[in-house]
């Protein structure tokens, strides 16, 4: 029985990651001005209130960039297997940026269907990732 568990885990954790690079990656711009997002799978200018979507990336890839009119931003993307990423993980992972540089995830919708979801409660200071390196003119 632990050898089946275990092979039924693996299974699953095989099947999880040969899904991640198709996870979507949403930024939606929460700033006062357009930004440009970039990602090794994509690049695209954002006005305000709008959203850049791509794919998510691998960890061994997972660098993102912001650029304002003033600054640009480098992220480090999230390791999804770990909280409270894993929990926030629906078709995509959903960030709002902010003219500060940070970036808050979304609060986990009712189709997120993870049973006793904790992350349903959390802070947006659990939820916030912030920027590795910033360069501004």
């Known amino acids: 029985m632990k050898t089946l568990n275990a092979l039924i885990a693996a299974l699953l954790l095989t099947a ?5 690079p198709r996870l979507g ?10 930004i440009r997002v970039e990602s090794e799978a994509a690049a695209q200018d954002v006005a ?3 959203s850049f979507h791509a794919v998510y990336l691998p960890p061994d890839r997972n660098r993102l960039y912001v650029s304002s009119r003033a600054c640009r931003h480098e ?6 297997h770990t ?8 078709k995509s992972l959903k960030f709002r940026w902010f003219d500060d540089g940070r970036m808050i995830a979304y ?4 189709d997120v269907r993870i049973a006793g979801n904790a992350e349903r409660a ?3 200071d ?4 912030q920027p590795i390196r910033i360069s501004c003119s």
Do not use: F, H, Q, V
């Not at 609060?107 to 009712?110: A, D, F, G, I, N």
């Open 16 to 20: 999880l990651t040969g899904c991640l």
């Open 25 to 34: 990656l949403d930024i939606m711009n929460a700033g006062s001005t357009e």
């Open 48 to 50: 305000p209130g709008m």
């Open 75 to 80: 992220y480090a993307l999230p390791d999804l």
């Open 83 to 90: 909280a409270p990423w894993k929990y926030l993980i629906g």
């Open 107 to 110: 609060p986990p919708t009712p």
């Open 122 to 124: 959390s802070s947006e």
């Open 126 to 129: 659990r939820r916030t990732i």
